[in-house]
């Protein structure tokens, strides 16, 4: 089984920033994709920001230049820095991984439990 915690969440001002942090753990053979989604109350999740095995990087366009996505790969962890908050940014965030469990198992999607970001004005 595979497990996705987030941590770093919380309360900020904005144009403060804030590191979210989301460590994969169990049995894990390889990890294709790692990402970041947010969901806003009365919206629908959206993308962030994710980073590729290879170390390439894609971005919404509301957040390029604020937040910054990278990846430990020895900890198997993704993180988000979230720099120049704004009020919309406020939402829970998830953790996304595609990855496959084993030699053999086909590559699937795993979610965090979400960690909530409010950025107040």
């Known amino acids: 089984q595979v497990q996705l915690v987030e941590s770093g969440g919380g309360l900020v001002q904005a144009g403060g920033s804030l590191r979210l942090s989301c460590a994969a753990s169990?049995?894990?053979?390889?990890?294709?994709?790692l990402g970041w989604y947010r969901q806003a109350p009365g919206k629908q999740r959206e993308p962030v920001a994710v980073?590729?095995?290879?170390?390439?990087?894609n971005y919404a366009d509301s957040v390029k230049g604020r937040f910054t996505i990278s990846r430990d790969t020895a900890k198997n962890t993704v993180y988000l820095q979230m720099n120049s908050l704004e009020p919309e940014d406020t939402a829970v965030y998830y953790c996304?991984?595609?990855?496959?469990?084993?030699?053999?198992?086909?590559?699937?999607?795993?979610w965090g439990q979400g960690t909530q970001v409010t950025v107040s004005s």
């Open positions: 996304n991984a595609w990855l496959q469990s084993s030699l053999i198992e086909r590559s699937k999607d795993y």
């Open positions: 169990g049995s894990i053979f390889r990890i294709n994709v």
């Open positions: 980073i590729i095995s290879g170390a390439s990087t």
